[in-house]
């Protein structure tokens, strides 16, 4: 399997169990490993048979910027299942921190990995 792979992607949402984190949106940034194929794109050598990076990274700091979650879990399970549905990917590693929540901690965060489930006709 082939990997895409956008690391220190910053997108806006409001997270957070406490109302104060909540007063406002905060800054999460996003390690996104995308599983995929490469063979047609490498030998086509056109954008339209990949998944376009510019186009997820775009995609993603949008869709983020209109929901709300409280738990990075939540986060990273909606990011998942976009990249998965969205771009039909293989599969998808979603690392999410939340800098800065805790003065005595570098990183917080979650990572998941998740598998598009392909269903065949029998």
Do not use: C
């Not at 949106?25 to 339209?48: C, E, K, M, R, Y």
């Not at 293989?90 to 598998?115: D, N, Y």
């Amino acid at each position: 399997m082939d990997t895409i792979f956008l690391h220190g992607l910053k997108a806006k949402t409001l997270i957070g169990v406490y109302e104060w984190e909540r007063q406002q949106p905060q800054i999460l940034l996003l390690d996104l490993d995308i599983g995929t194929d490469f063979l047609q794109a490498a030998q086509s050598d056109d954008v339209a048979d990949t998944i376009h990076y510019a186009q997820v990274a775009e995609e993603i700091i949008s869709a983020l910027a209109e929901q709300s979650f409280l738990l990075l879990e939540a986060l990273a399970e909606y990011v998942a299942q976009f990249i998965l549905t969205r771009y039909q990917a293989l599969s998808v590693k979603v690392k999410v921190v939340k800098p800065g929540i805790l003065a005595s901690v570098a990183q917080v965060g979650v990572m998941i990995e998740r598998q598009r489930v392909v269903l065949e006709n029998n």
